[in-house]
Antibody, heavy 125, light 112 residues
Framework: EVQLVESGGGLVQPGGSLRLSCAAS????????MDWVRQAPGKGLEWVGR??????????EYAASVKDRFTISRDDSKNSLFLQMNSLKTEDTAVYFC????????????????WGQGTLVTVSS | DIQLTQSPSFLSASIGDRVTISCRAS???????????LVWYQQKPGEAPKLLIY???TLQSGVPSRFSGSGSGTEFTLTISSLQPEDFATYYC?????????FGGGTKVEIK
């Protein structure tokens, strides 16, 4: 059974930092692209960023709203995904979901096929 | 960036109704002649989203056949052929064709 379990959320002051973790199991984590998606209270879904697999040099992509403030990394030896969030703003308040990008190649792309339960980050003074 | 506009943003319907949700892209979503990288998700309150349809029209394994997707280019549609009680939720489209990945604003389906 595939499981994605986020942790590390909490209350942080504006300008502060927080590191989220996601523990993955039930699939070959090292082969997978992983995304972070967030959802502000009562709002829609917002893509945060992506980290590719080792075969693609663990390269990353980010949404403009978080670029240069957030960093996605991974530890394949521990089946773990991370989101380092710096210079946090009140508008970063959201539930953060760890997700897996399904098979994408040769004209097909399955989308985000597995999601964690999310972890709440609240940025407030 | 590719903007995705869903309509309606809110929909009130009855059990058994046929429901159609539109997702319009600000520019074409395609992959050099292959399927469109357009995905639909369902989200219920307090839960993570669930993948329903990918490549605009391919049903994810385990998703009931009353759900279907269609469209290409800039116009996409999610259809529920006969609305069931468990289908009351919010639906999102997403494009994976180019960065940044984007979502539509969502369509909330409520009971009439």
């Amino acid at each position: 059974e595939v499981q994605l379990v986020e942790s590390g959320g909490g209350l942080v002051q504006p300008g502060g930092s927080l590191r989220l973790s996601c523990a993955a199991s039930g699939f070959t984590f090292s082969d997978s692209y992983m995304d972070w998606v967030r959802q502000a209270p009562g709002k829609g879904l917002e893509w945060v960023g992506r980290i590719r697999n080792k075969a693609n040099s663990h390269t990353t992509e980010y949404a403009a709203s978080v670029k240069d403030r957030f960093t996605i990394s991974r530890d394949d030896s521990k089946n773990s995904l991370f989101l380092q969030m710096n210079s946090l703003k009140t508008e970063d308040t959201a539930v953060y979901f760890c997700t897996r990008l399904g098979y994408c190649s040769g004209g097909t792309c399955k989308g985000l096929d597995y999601w964690g339960q999310g972890t709440l980050v609240t940025v407030s003074s | 960036d590719i903007q995705l506009t869903q309509s309606p943003s809110f929909l009130s319907a009855s059990i058994g109704d046929r429901v159609t949700i539109s997702c319009r892209a600000s520019q074409g979503i395609s992959s050099q002649g292959f399927s469109s990288y357009l995905v639909w998700y369902q989200q219920k309150p307090g839960e993570a989203p669930k993948l329903l349809i990918y490549d605009a029209s391919t049903l994810q394994s385990g998703v009931p056949s009353r759900f279907s997707g269609s469209g290409s280019g800039t116009e996409f549609t999610l259809t529920i052929s006969s609305l069931q009680p468990e289908d009351f939720a919010t639906y999102y489209c997403q494009q994976l064709n180019s960065y940044p990945v984007t979502f539509g604003g969502g369509t909330k389906v409520e009971i009439k």
